[in-house]
């Protein structure tokens, strides 16, 4: 069945450093592709989203491009914030009302 | 407009009881979505309803079921509850009732079995 894999955290960064979170998919189709970011002790909230080969999604200067021919949706900020601390998760949505999501990274940025 | 809010935010129980969480979703979506996170299995799919009918379900027990009401409400019951069900439960809705688009989640319930 369809799945996300992303990379393991947990990721710490120095302030106004550059992140990659590498988020890569299994799809029979062509699904709509998706960030979620989550702080301590809240639900989770939609970052950014694609729904086709070559979308870029960007929000909060954030961006991920749905890359087709290489089934992948890597997250990446140029300069990342202590407030950016908190867990990502990259999802796919099949149009079927089905939504799998990555394990999640936990990103810590220290000032 | 409001979110989707959930009640309540945290709930202790004891092993063996039941419990019922609530979901209200944003005006006007009609597709209400629940999800059990854990730090172990992460976040896993529990079931969706549409216009009060169940349209997917995923691999939980029966002891874990839903409903949804006319006006989209949601409330999903844990029966004879375990320890292991001591878990993050998030609401998410849709207004397109696809997730093409994306869902909006609720902060969650937080319940504890001890």
């Not at chain 1, 369809?2 to 590498?22: C, K, R, W």
């Not at chain 2, 299995?41 to 079921?65: A, I, M, V």
């Not at chain 2, 207004?95 to 688009?101: A, S």
Request: proline share 4%; glycine share 12%; charged share 15%.
């Amino acid at each position: 069945g369809d799945s996300v894999t992303q990379m393991e955290g947990p990721v710490t960064l120095s302030e106004e450093a550059f992140l990659t979170i590498n988020c890569t998919y299994t799809a029979t189709g062509y699904p709509s592709l998706f960030w979620y970011v989550q702080y301590p002790g809240e639900g989770l909230q939609l970052l950014l989203k694609a729904t086709k080969a070559d979308d870029k999604g960007s929000n909060k200067g954030f961006e991920a491009t749905y890359r087709k021919e290489t089934t992948s949706f890597h997250l990446e900020k140029g300069s990342v914030q202590v407030s950016d601390s908190a867990v990502y998760f990259c999802a796919l949505s099949d149009h079927n009302n089905d939504m799998r999501f990555g394990a999640g990274t936990r990103l810590t940025v220290k000032p | 407009k409001a979110g989707v809010t959930q009640t309540p935010r945290y709930l202790i129980k004891t092993r063996g009881q039941q419990v019922t969480l609530s979901c209200s979703p944003i005006s006007g979506h009609r597709s209400v979505s629940w999800y059990q996170q854990t730090p172990g299995q992460g976040l896993q799919f529990l079931f969706e309803y549409f216009s009060e009918t169940q349209r997917n379900k995923g691999n939980f027990p029966g002891r874990f079921s839903g409903r949804q009401f006319s006006n989209s409400r949601s409330e999903m019951n844990v029966s004879t509850l375990e320890l292991g069900d001591s878990a993050l439960y998030l609401c998410a809705s849709s207004g397109t009732g696809t997730g093409t688009y994306g869902y909006t989640f609720g902060s969650g319930t937080r319940l504890t079995v001890v």
